[in-house]
């Protein structure tokens, strides 16, 4: 009694295999920014939403900057991550951040002063002041919690269309 295997298409097979493997840089950093771009709008919005915003600077300031270095996206658990998005705040206050009494911060040296960075007034929304009794919001945890799905979703999505665009999906 003898066996025979048809394998029409096997090699199709391969190369769809292959082609799922070796995603493009440019579809891994569409992905990771269509994830980032979800993560910053639910930050603004939790700001808001928490009653944090008093002039409008910090959730006006945050921005998302792509950051890419070498390396094979495929290695990431035997490695630094090459390819990821920053969300920060961006600039020095314009205004006085009125409700904390953050509008000048003095250097250790000199009676010199400067103004307060929104990123020093996102930290201390952050994760507080005690000395200051500024208690700790947590408002980026927050929002990173709430945007975690929705931000997935929007990665598959731009992994989808790159399978469909490879007949794939």
Known sequence: IGMAMYTDGFNELLIDMQ????????????????GGTIILEEQK??????????????RDSLV??????GGDWTQLGKGPHPRYVLIHPDST???KHTRYRLSRRAYKRGKRTRP???????????????GRGIAATQWMRKA????????C????AVYDNYLRSKNLL
């Open 19 to 34: 082609t799922l493997m070796e995603i493009p840089d440019d579809v891994v950093d569409e992905m990771v920014e269509a």
């Open 153 to 156: 979703a929007a990665a598959q």
């Open 45 to 58: 919005r939790t700001l808001t939403e928490m009653g944090l915003v008093d002039t409008g600077q910090l």
């Open 93 to 95: 206050a314009r205004k």
């Open 116 to 130: 307060i960075q929104n990123n020093e007034v996102g930290f201390i929304l952050e994760f507080g002041a005690p």
């Open 64 to 69: 998302l900057r792509k950051k890419i270095k």
């Open 144 to 151: 990173n919690a709430q945007a975690e799905d929705a931000a």
